[in-house]
């Protein structure tokens, strides 16, 4: 019941998000009402970039992998990002994306729970770490653009400094306490012997500083994967007919993916679309109903992908019952 009421909350809150972004745009003007002015050339070029960036997602997840010695195959990892994609576009009954990359790889390796988990934190700690550095190395290239926006274009833009500059602290805080030093010292005279757990899970995390060719392999896989997604979206921007520069559109994508990526809505419909009309208004001048388009063609782009992973999921070393999945999922 409860993951349920969860789910309702994020759907009204992607109604509320779809409404708002959606307030300012003259439908007359928007280019879904005319199907024959898409460019479908475009439209295939950023479902290709989509692709593309889905196998690279699953490649730095299986850098991740590698670093913790387990000897999953690049195709095995692919297969299930793309199940995870599907999950994530809706946590039907509360699983997610991730719980279900942890139950499925489960099956292949039983007893490594927490070895498999402790992968794909890490691998989303790159995600965050090559977002964050993305982002700050377009301020400054960009600086004079980004330091003059609307009111609402400022606040977003101090917030991602605020949430990707926190990011990157929480990582190195990370990686500090489980450094074999500070592990001594925090987990001296048995403090928590009670939970050992809690001595288990550093120990993990520091595995990436002693294989850190896997670490260092997966978090440039990651810049890549994400210089890839992006232009996806610049993709869907010239699909609709946008005139916005590709400079404009990588400008505002990271700041863009990273409030998405908040669970405020479903896969962050809504969130996207007023993000993209704000921050392309800012830098480009782009119309609200521009913008609004190109972001949900670039997402379109995407979630193609993700609903292919039902393909995988489909098959029989990978089908679980619901409630086989609820119940690992809630261990």
Known sequence: M??????????????????????????????????????????????ALAGLALVLQALRWWCFLRGQSLDVSPGRAIELTMIDGLFSLASVSGLG???????????????????????????????????????????????????????????????????????LAMVALIFICASPPVHRRIHGNERF???????????????????????????AVSC????????????????????AGYGAVISAMPVIDAISGMPISIAGVGVREKLFEVLLHDLAGVAPETAVAASLAGFA????????????????????????????GAE
């Open 97 to 167: 994306g991730d719980a279900a990359r942890i139950i499925l790889l489960m099956r292949d390796y039983p007893g490594r729970k927490l070895v498999i988990a402790m992968a794909v934190m890490a691998d989303h700690l790159a995600g965050m770490v090559s977002l964050a550095l993305l982002f700050f190395i377009v301020s400054a290239a960009r600086f004079e653009a980004l330091a003059s926006p609307s009111v609402l274009g400022r606040g977003v833009i101090h917030f991602a400094w605020f949430y990707l500059g926190g990011g």
């Open 2 to 47: 409860k993951a349920f009421l969860v789910f309702l909350l994020k759907l009204a809150l992607t109604a509320l998000c779809l409404w708002w972004a959606f307030s300012h745009v003259e439908f007359d003007h928007l280019v879904f009402t005319r199907p024959g002015a898409l460019d479908y050339r475009w439209l295939a070029a950023g479902t």
């Open 193 to 219: 012997a009670r939970w050992p757990m809690m001595k288990r899970i550093p120990e993990l995390h520091d595995v990436y500083r002693k294989n850190w060719r896997y670490a260092l392999a997966g978090l």
């Open 301 to 328: 782009c995407n979630a193609l992908w993700a609903l292919l992973g039902g393909l995988f999921f489909l098959k029989k070393r990978d089908r679980l019952k619901g409630a086989e999945m609820d119940k690992v």
């Open 224 to 243: 890549i994967m994400l210089g890839v997604y992006f232009s996806s979206y610049y993709c869907g921007m010239r699909a609709i007919g946008g005139s």
